[in-house]
């Protein structure tokens, strides 16, 4: 049902006051290694808890669409508008580093200035173990972190794989048939009360071992 206002002739009145709310303004500063990063882009992410966005058929907490951007000045500085009500992240990427992302947030906690960090990231990397007889190199691995944004790499003939430059935080690892192609994607939503849950824990700097078997 529409909650759009109707008149009529009748019964229009002679002036209808609207009352338009200010968006919601985040600043704050992008840096890496202590050092400002002009340039860098900075985004607004709807976030549910509940993950009912699904993406490339991976749940999402985080929305695949941004809701806000920006880009920073020559130190690091940005001025970030956003257009939601409820909890969301901020994201900052730049080409020479991985993405810095804060946690889920409300309007409440961007009164302060943001700071976010880029850094190099964290690796994932482990072996696919197959059955007896069959190959296991050129086998897809895919990780994500629910935030639509999936990535994959090959195995290497003996099975080994390793996934440089990721976000720290908890990810998900897993077999799938085909190439993940990052830019592109199916979008639907669903309800569910099944929390996420994942696989292993990426850290700054560190590399974390996250082995899988395929089944015949």
């Not at 580093?97 to 990231?121: C, F, R, W």
């Amino acid at each position: 049902e529409s909650d759009d206002l109707k008149l009529d002739d009748a019964t229009a009145p002679d002036a209808v006051d609207i009352v338009m709310e200010r968006a919601l303004v985040v600043v704050g500063q992008v840096l890496a290694d202590g050092a400002p990063v002009p340039g860098a882009i900075v985004e607004a992410f709807e976030y549910d808890a509940r993950a009912i966005e699904t993406f490339n058929g991976m749940r999402c907490s985080i929305s695949h669409f941004e809701n806000g951007t920006a880009r920073t000045d020559d130190e690091g500085r940005f001025r970030l508008e956003v257009d939601l009500d409820g909890s969301f992240v901020v994201r900052a990427r730049h080409t020479d580093h991985v993405d810095a992302e804060t946690a889920p947030m409300t309007a409440d906690d961007a009164k302060e200035p943001l700071s976010l960090a880029l850094t190099d990231g964290g690796t994932i990397e482990g072996t696919v173990r197959v059955p007896p007889g069959e190959s296991a190199g050129g086998l897809v691995v895919g990780v994500h972190r629910g935030d639509g944004r999936p990535r994959s790499v090959r195995t290497e003939p003996d099975g080994s794989y390793r996934i440089e430059g990721l976000m720290p935080g908890e990810w998900n690892v897993f077999l799938t048939d085909d190439d993940i192609n990052p830019r592109g994607g199916s979008h639907s939503s669903s309800v569910t009360d099944e929390p996420l849950t994942w696989d292993c824990r990426v850290e700054l700097g560190r590399t974390t071992r996250f082995d899988l078997e395929r089944d015949s």
